[in-house]
């Protein structure tokens, strides 16, 4: 699983290659994404166990990519769908039992990309007024109630990789998100590159240049004195670094990439992952057990390096698992 795909923004469907967006990229303005993730739903539904207190979650898009949204219309009609999606969920649960939730997976370089954005969509889109009003008139239920649906079936998909990339720290990112009263509705345990170059040096072209490939999309985010950088992808983040002088007072820089790498590596050779961030979200999640649901989602094998491919799929996957029990015991 993965949001690994091909898409070149800011087309709106391009072919994906693998990942748990679908073959196309759908933004939720869309009514086809609508259908789409009503019939993943119905699957869903129908393989999971009859078990007291299970829930399934179907992670999706968060909204579109930034550039595709250009009004707050395009903002409403988003959650618009997604709140007809919500009303189609409460049906479902009606009719077979089941609870689902549909879990919007911030990711960067998206409309969603930080908890901040999330918890403006909740708060001005999805549980605005009128947005209530809405679903409460689909439904044939009061407002209080349809708040409620929106809690059960509504969240968030936390993939440590991407708010590792956006820097946000899972303190205060889980913290602010149990304040808006958002559910978090799985984890995906996922790790990032990063390195730590001066601009100009040609570090990072060196380097990267081994995951610069064409299957998936590789954001990045900068950090420096001056603040966060976005790339969309790391041939653009690259081409960046190399136009910067060679000479004069370039402080380092940090890149955050999202190629996803093995979970069980604090470092890889000449980089560092995000494992530590890892660890401290993991150590969140046992003191404030805001949800059951962990996901290791590396997609990324693949397209590793060769340098980096030590072991096979099922041994290196093992690893993982065997290293998130570690940490989950510990």
């Known amino acids: 699983?993965?949001?690994?795909?091909?898409?070149?923004?800011?087309g709106s469907k391009v072919l994906l290659t693998t990942g748990h967006w679908p073959l196309f990229f759908i933004a939720w303005k869309d009514e086809e994404r609508l259908r789409y993730t009503g019939q993943l739903a119905r699957i869903l539904a129908a393989l999971?166990?009859?078990e007291p207190g299970l829930e399934g979650s179907i992670s999706t898009v968060p909204g579109a990519f930034k550039t595709e949204v250009s009004s707050e219309d395009d903002a409403r009609r988003m959650a618009?769908?997604?709140?007809?999606?919500?009303?189609?969920?409460?049906?479902?649960r009606m009719e077979t039992g089941k609870l689902l939730t549909l879990a919007i997976e911030p990711e960067p370089c998206c409309y969603i990309e930080t908890t901040a954005e999330a918890i403006h969509f909740f708060q001005d889109h999805l549980c605005a007024p009128e947005a209530l009003?809405?679903?409460?008139k689909e439904l044939n239920i009061s407002r209080d109630a349809a708040l409620?649906?929106?809690?059960?079936?509504?969240?968030?998909?936390?993939?440590?990789?991407?708010?590792?990339?956006?820097?946000?720290?899972?303190?205060?990112?889980?913290?602010?998100?149990?304040?808006?009263?958002?559910?978090?509705?799985?984890?995906?345990?996922?790790?990032?590159?990063?390195?730590?170059?001066?601009?100009?040096?040609?570090?990072?072209?060196?380097?990267?240049?081994?995951?610069?490939?064409?299957?998936?999309l590789h954001q990045?985010?900068?950090?420096?004195?001056?603040?966060?950088?976005?790339?969309?992808?790391l041939p653009e983040a690259l081409e960046r670094a190399d136009r910067a002088p060679a000479s004069g007072p370039n402080r380092p820089v940090e890149w955050r990439v999202h190629f996803h790498v093995p979970i069980f590596l604090e470092e890889m050779k000449?980089?560092?992952?995000?494992?530590?961030?890892?660890?401290?979200?993991?150590?969140q999640i046992k003191q404030r057990s805001p949800c059951a649901y962990l996901e290791v989602e590396t997609y990324t094998w693949d397209v590793l390096p060769a340098e980096y491919k030590t072991?096979?799929?099922?041994?290196?996957?093992?690893?993982?698992?065997?290293?998130?029990?570690s940490q989950v015991e510990s």
Request: hydrophobic share 40%.
């Open 133 to 136: 009003d809405a679903l409460a």
């Open 270 to 283: 000449q980089f560092q992952t995000t494992q530590d961030y890892l660890v401290r979200l993991f150590d």
């Open 1 to 10: 699983m993965g949001s690994g795909r091909q898409e070149r923004p800011p």
């Open 148 to 216: 409620q649906s929106i809690h059960d079936h509504l969240g968030l998909c936390y993939d440590a990789c991407h708010m590792a990339i956006e820097y946000e720290e899972p303190v205060q990112a889980l913290r602010d998100i149990a304040a808006a009263g958002i559910k978090v509705c799985k984890f995906q345990i996922s790790s990032a590159l990063r390195l730590t170059f001066r601009p100009g040096d040609g570090r990072a072209r060196q380097l990267l240049t081994p995951f610069s490939e064409s299957t998936y």
């Open 80 to 92: 618009l769908l997604m709140l007809r999606q919500v009303a189609q969920l409460h049906r479902l």
């Open 48 to 50: 999971l166990p009859d």
């Open 311 to 325: 072991m096979n799929v099922a041994d290196a996957i093992a690893r993982e698992l065997n290293w998130v029990r």
């Open 220 to 233: 990045v985010v900068e950090r420096s004195p001056a603040g966060l950088v976005r790339y969309t992808d």
